[in-house]
C-alpha cells in the first residue's frame, strides 16, 4: 500500500534518520514512540504537510517524486490526516470546513446541502453519528475529531492516518474509535495510528512500527497479515531482536517488548508508596467551591486556553453507539459544591472526562478562577490570596497546558525553572549563579534534554517542556500541597517515569498531591485513592486496595461517563 | 535573561538586509531624481559626519528624542501592548515641562529646576500612558485605540492652553523657561544637541539592566510572551501591564526635556511633533533592544539630519521616504532572515542532537 524511507532535519535537530514505514492495505499499522522520536513528523511528511529532505515514498507500488509531494498530490493519492489537534476552522461548521478548498456551486451560490447530506449519511454507516451544520468550536474535543474523520473518508481515503486520536477522549470514546478503525480496515482502507498508548496497540494493530530518535528501530506484526514486512533496524540490541523473534513464535503483539523497544532499555521501576496513616494532616481542604459556568466561555485576559474550545460545546450531547453521554449545560456550575480533602503524604486522582470541571478545579485552588465557598491550604483559608501568596503559601501547580499557562515558549530553559521563583532569583537583582545553579540541578534531576539551561523551550519535545514545569513547581519550599493538572499528557513513557517519581517524592516529603488526569490507568498506578468527577461534581471515589480489583476500572470508567446505575 | 533568548545572528541579519534594500531602494529613487547616488550618498555622509558639525549635532539631537520614544514604545511591547500614543505621551511632557519651567521665579537655581522640570515631564507623560494602561487592564479597551485617541485629545488640551494662557501675543509660542531649567548645548556649530543625551543614555542602560537582570524584566517579559504562564506562576498580569505603560509614557513624557529645556526653552505649537510615532520606526529597527534602538535612532537621525544637508542636490521629501523605506524593509526583513538562517544551519551537519521533533 504504502512504504516510505523518509529523513528530515530541523535547524540543530534531526528528526528523521532514515525511518521506513511500510503498511499494508486492509491494515491498523500502529506507529508508536516516545516523544520526539519523529512520529508526527513522520506522519506529516506523508500526508504532505511537512516537505521531506530526502528518502523515497512509494504508493500502492509507484515511486513518489518527493519534491511535488505536497497536500495536493497527498489528497489526489487519497491519503487523509485527522491532526493532533484538528485542522478544522473553529469558527465554521462541519460542512463549511469539508468542502474548503472545493466549494460546490449551484446557480453561482454555495449549496452546502448534498454534502452535509452525504456526510450526516456517511457517518451513520460508520457509526460515527455526526451534526454536519454544528460549528467546530461547539462541538467536544471527541466530536471535533468524529467530524474530521467522516469528512477525511467522504473525500475518498485509501490511507487514513490518525496522529494521537486517543489522548483526549474518555475510555468509551476511545473504545468507539477502535471499533470504527477496525471496520475500516476490513472495509478497504489502511489505517496508520500514531499512539503511547501500548494498550490500545494491542486490542487493535495489525503490525507496530517503533521509532526511536527518528529511526525505525522495531517492526512487529500479526502473522497473516504483514507476515513479510518485519525487518528491524542494524542497531536494535539484541534482545529486542529477541523479543520480535520470540513474538513471531507467540504471533501476539508483546507490548513489553514493543516498550522496551520505545525507549531502548527497561523502563525505570514503578515503585508504590505506602499510603499516609488516616490520621495524616489534612494539607487540602475545599468545603462547597463552586465554579460559574460562564467561565471557559468568556476566559480573563490571559487564562484561555485550548480546553476553551473543547468547553464551548459542553451542551452538546454526543451520541454514540454505546448510548447518549451529556456535556454539562455551560450555564449551570462548571463546578458545583465540591467536597474534597487531601491528607499529607497522600496522591489524590481526580479522574474525568476532559470538560467536566476538572479544569475549574485546578484553577480555583491556584487562584486563578473566582469561585464560592471556601479552599484550605494547610489549615488555612485561601480566600482572597491572589496566586503568588497560594504559591508561597506552599502550593505548587502544574497548569494543564503546558505551551500556553504553562511555560514561556520563547524563554529560555533556565528562565522558565526560575519564573516566579523569587526565592531562588532574589526579590528584585536575578541571582545568576543561583539561577544556574537552580536550573542545572533540575535539568540533571529531571534529565531534561538538550541538557542546556540557555536552551529555548519551544525547541525542547513536549516530554522535556513538561519536565521544565515539573523541576520549578515541584522544588518549591515547604510544598503543602500539589495540584498537578493533565502532568503526563503527550509526554513519552521515560519521562512519563520521572514525572511521577517526582509527584510520589512530593507526597513522600509530606505533601498531598492532586492528580488531574484523562488517563485512568495512570491514576490507578499512581494515587491512593481517585475520585471522579462528572458535570462538575465528584460522582465517586475509589481508595487503597478497591483500586488494585481488578473492576476498579469498568467501575470508574462507568462513573466517569455516567453510565453508572445512581451516578449523576 | 529572557531578553537573550532571541537569536542575535538572526537579529542581525534581518538589520542587514533591510538596510542594503533600504540603501537600494534610495539609490533607485536618486537616480529617478535624475541625481548618481554615489555621489548623494557620499556627501550625506560626509556632510553630516565629517565637515558640517552642525549636521552632527542635529543628528545627535533627532535621536536624543528617538531614543526616548524607542524606548516607550518597546517597553509597552515588552509586556504585550502596542504603544502608539507616543505622539500623546511626548506632548504632554512638553506642556508640563514648560509650564512647569516658565513658573518657576527667575532666580530659581539649575540644580532645583532641572530636576523638578525633567520630574515633572516624566510624571505628565506617565499619567498619559497610565491612562491607557488602565482602561486596558480595567476596562479591557484596547490600547491601540485609546492611544491614538488620547494623542488627539492631548493636542486639543495642548492647542487650548496655548491659545488661553500660553501664546504670547499673536505668536504659537509659549513664555519662556526659567534660565535656571535650560540644559546646556553641547555645541557642534550651535546646533540644538543637549545634555539631555545623558538621560537618554541613562534610560537605555536602566532599561537593558531591568530587563536582563532582574525579576522585574523577568515578569514583564514573560507577561508579554504568555500572559497565562506568568498568571499562572504568581505574576499579578494588570499590575505589571500598567506598570509597563506608566514606564512607557514616562519614558515618552522625558523626549520633553530635549525639546523644552534643551532647544526651544519654551512650549512652541508643533514642538515634538512626529517623534512619537517615529519613534515606533526606532524601536522596530531596533528590534525592541535597549542598544538597538540607540543606533537604530542614530540611523534615522542621521537620514533626517542627512536629508537636510543633502536639500540642494535631492529634495528633502526623498529622505522622508527613506526613513518609511527603512521601516518597511526591516519589517519585512524578518521571514527572509530566517529562511537563511534555517538554510546555514541545514547546511551545518547537525551539532546537536536534541530529541525536539513531535
Redesign the interface.
Known amino acids: 500500500m504504502i512504504a516510505a524511507e523518509l529523513d528530515k532535519?530541523?535547524?540543530?535537530?534531526?528528526?528523521?534518520a532514515g525511518a521506513t514505514l511500510a503498511v499494508a492495505p486492509n491494515t491498523v499499522h500502529a506507529l508508536v514512540g516516545?516523544?520526539?522520536?519523529?512520529?508526527?513528523?513522520l506522519v506529516k511528511i506523508l500526508a504532505g504537510i511537512v516537505p521531506a529532505?530526502g528518502g523515497t515514498l512509494t504508493i500502492a507500488g509507484a515511486a513518489v517524486e518527493l519534491a511535488a509531494w505536497d497536500r495536493r498530490a497527498a489528497r489526489r493519492a487519497q491519503i487523509a490526516i485527522v491532526q493532533q489537534h484538528g485542522a478544522f476552522a473553529g469558527s465554521l461548521t462541519v460542512v463549511e470546513n469539508a468542502v474548503l478548498g472545493a466549494e460546490p456551486i449551484r446557480r453561482g451560490l454555495l449549496d452546502l446541502k448534498p454534502t452535509a447530506a452525504a456526510l450526516a449519511a456517511l457517518g451513520e454507516r460508520l457509526g460515527l453519528a455526526i451534526d454536519p451544520w454544528a460549528r467546530v468550536d461547539r462541538l467536544s474535543l471527541g466530536a471535533a475529531q468524529r467530524a474530521e474523520i467522516v469528512t477525511a473518508l467522504h473525500a475518498g481515503a485509501r490511507l487514513l492516518i490518525l496522529d494521537e486520536p486517543t489522548a483526549v477522549l474518555a475510555p468509551i470514546e476511545v473504545e468507539g474509535l477502535l471499533r470504527m478503525m477496525r471496520e475500516l480496515a476490513r472495509a478497504g482502507t489502511a489505517i496508520v495510528f500514531v499512539t503511547h498508548k501500548l494498550d490500545e496497540v494491542r486490542a487493535i494493530a495489525d503490525a507496530v512500527t517503533v521509532l526511536r530518535?527518528?529511526r525505525t528501530v522495531a517492526v512487529f506484526g500479526h502473522a497473516g497479515s504483514a507476515g513479510t514486512e518485519r525487518r528491524v533496524a542494524a542497531d536494535v540490541t539484541a534482545d529486542v531482536t529477541a523479543d520480535v523473534t520470540a513474538d513471531r513464535t507467540a504471533d501476539v503483539i508483546d507490548a513489553h517488548a514493543i516498550a522496551r523497544a520505545m525507549v531502548g532499555g527497561e523502563l525505570p521501576a514503578q515503585t508504590s508508596i505506602p499510603a499516609p496513616a488516616g490520621a495524616a494532616k489534612i494539607v487540602l481542604a475545599l468545603r462547597g467551591v463552586s465554579v460559574a459556568g460562564d467561565l471557559a466561555a468568556a476566559p480573563a485576559?490571559?487564562?484561555?486556553?485550548h480546553a476553551a474550545a473543547g468547553r464551548a460545546g459542553a451542551a452538546v450531547a454526543i451520541a454514540m453507539r454505546e448510548g447518549t453521554m451529556t456535556r454539562p449545560d455551560p450555564h449551570a456550575h462548571a463546578l458545583d459544591a465540591i467536597e474534597l480533602t487531601v491528607r499529607a503524604g497522600e496522591l489524590v486522582g481526580v479522574a474525568g472526562v476532559d470538560g467536566n470541571g476538572q479544569r475549574e478545579l485546578a484553577l480555583a485552588i491556584?487562584g486563578?478562577a473566582p469561585y464560592a465557598g471556601t479552599i484550605e491550604l494547610a489549615g488555612r483559608d485561601l480566600a482572597g490570596r491572589?496566586?503568588?501568596?497560594?504559591?508561597?503559601a506552599g502550593l505548587a501547580?502544574v497548569?494543564e497546558?503546558r505551551q500556553?499557562?504553562?511555560?514561556?515558549?520563547?524563554?529560555?530553559v533556565?528562565?522558565n525553572l526560575?519564573?516566579?521563583?523569587?526565592d531562588i532569583?532574589?526579590?528584585?537583582?536575578?541571582d545568576?549563579a543561583a539561577?544556574a545553579r537552580f536550573a542545572d540541578a533540575r535539568i540533571a534531576e529531571l534529565d531534561i534534554?538538550?541538557a542546556a539551561r540557555?536552551?529555548?523551550a519551544r525547541?525542547?519535545?513536549?516530554g522535556?517542556q513538561q519536565k521544565v514545569v515539573i523541576g520549578?513547581e515541584l522544588s518549591r519550599p515547604h510544598l503543602a500541597a500539589v495540584i498537578a493538572a493533565q502532568p503526563t499528557r503527550g509526554v513519552d513513557l521515560g519521562a512519563v517515569a520521572r514525572i511521577h517519581d517526582q509527584l510520589r517524592a512530593a507526597a513522600r516529603g509530606g505533601a498531598g498531591v492532586l492528580v488531574i488526569s484523562a488517563d485512568l490507568d495512570e491514576l490507578l498506578g499512581l494515587c491512593h485513592r481517585v475520585v471522579v468527577m462528572l458535570r462538575g461534581r465528584i460522582v465517586g471515589e475509589r481508595a487503597g486496595t478497591e483500586l488494585r480489583s481488578g473492576d476498579a476500572r469498568a467501575a470508574l470508567g462507568e462513573l466517569m461517563t455516567g453510565s453508572a446505575r445512581g451516578a449523576a | 535573561?529572557?531578553a537573550?533568548?532571541?537569536d542575535p545572528d538572526r537579529e542581525g541579519l534581518a538589520v542587514a538586509i533591510a538596510l542594503l534594500v533600504s540603501l537600494a531602494i534610495g539609490s533607485a529613487l536618486m537616480l529617478a531624481a535624475g541625481k548618481s547616488p554615489g555621489h548623494v550618498w557620499w556627501l550625506m555622509v560626509q556632510r553630516t559626519l565629517f565637515t558640517d558639525a552642525y549636521s552632527l549635532g542635529q543628528v545627535i539631537y533627532k535621536a536624543t528624542a528617538l531614543v526616548l520614544t524607542g524606548l516607550s514604545v518597546s517597553v509597552a511591547l515588552d509586556a504585550g501592548l502596542f504603544n502608539i500614543g507616543g505622539e500623546g505621551q511626548v506632548l504632554a511632557g512638553v506642556v508640563a515641562c514648560a509650564i512647569t519651567g516658565a513658573a518657576l521665579p527667575a532666580s530659581t537655581p539649575a540644580a532645583l529646576a532641572i530636576p523638578l522640570c525633567i520630574v515633572v515631564a516624566a510624571a505628565a507623560g506617565a499619567l498619559v500612558g497610565g491612562v491607557i494602561g488602565v482602561m486596558r487592564v480595567w476596562r479591557?479597551a484596547h490600547e491601540v485605540i485609546t492611544s491614538i485617541m488620547l494623542n488627539s485629545i492631548v493636542a486639543g488640551i495642548a492647542l487650548w492652553l496655548g491659545n488661553e494662557l500660553l501664546f504670547q501675543n499673536g505668536t504659537t509660542t509659549g513664555p519662556a523657561i526659567v534660565p535656571g531649567a535650560e540644559l546646556p548645548q553641547l555645541g557642534f556649530g550651535g546646533s540644538s544637541a543637549n545634555l539631555s543625551v545623558v538621560l537618554a543614555l541613562a534610560a537605555v542602560v536602566a532599561l537593558w539592566w531591568l530587563r536582563a537582570?532582574?525579576?522585574?524584566g523577568?515578569?514583564l517579559?514573560?507577561v508579554g510572551?504568555?500572559?497565562?504562564?506568568?498568571?499562572?506562576?504568581?505574576?499579578?498580569?494588570?499590575r505589571v501591564q500598567i506598570y509597563a505603560m506608566l514606564a512607557a509614557g514616562a519614558l515618552a513624557g522625558l523626549a520633553a526635556t530635549n525639546f523644552v529645556m534643551g532647544h526651544e526653552h519654551a512650549f512652541e505649537e508643533g514642538l515634538g511633533r512626529g517623534i512619537g510615532f517615529l519613534g515606533i520606526s526606532a524601536a522596530l529597527l531596533g528590534r525592541m533592544n535597549p542598544f538597538g534602538i540607540v543606533a537604530a535612532s542614530l540611523l534615522l537621525g542621521f537620514l533626517a539630519s542627512g536629508g537636510l544637508a543633502v536639500g540642494q542636490e535631492v529634495p528633502k521629501e526623498l529622505t522622508e521616504m527613506l526613513q518609511g523605506v527603512v521601516v518597511l524593509a526591516i519589517a519585512s526583513a524578518g521571514p527572509i532572515a530566517r529562511r537563511y538562517?534555517?538554510q546555514a544551519?541545514?547546511a551545518r551537519p547537525?551539532?546537536?542532537?536534541?530529541?525536539?521533533?513531535?
Not at chain 1, 516516545?34 to 513528523?41: C, Q, R, V, Y
Not at chain 1, 500556553?404 to 529560555?412: K, N, W
Not at chain 2, 537582570?213 to 522585574?216: C, H
Request: charged share 20%; aromatic share 2%.
Open positions: 532535519s530541523y535547524p540543530g535537530c534531526r528528526v528523521l516516545e516523544n520526539g522520536a519523529g512520529k508526527s513528523t529532505d530518535a527518528g485576559p490571559g487564562l484561555a486556553t491556584a486563578l491572589t496566586p503568588r501568596q497560594r504559591l508561597a501547580h497548569p497546558d500556553r499557562g504553562g511555560l514561556v515558549l520563547d524563554a529560555s533556565a528562565d526560575t519564573l516566579g521563583r523569587t532569583t532574589g526579590r528584585f537583582r536575578i545568576r539561577v534534554r538538550p540557555g536552551a529555548i525547541s525542547l519535545s513536549g522535556n520549578r | 535573561m529572557i537573550s533568548s532571541r479591557g537582570r532582574t525579576t522585574w523577568q515578569a517579559l514573560a510572551r504568555d500572559p497565562a504562564a506568568a498568571r499562572a506562576t504568581g505574576i499579578s498580569v494588570g538562517a534555517r544551519a541545514a547537525s551539532q546537536v542532537n536534541h530529541e525536539g521533533a513531535s
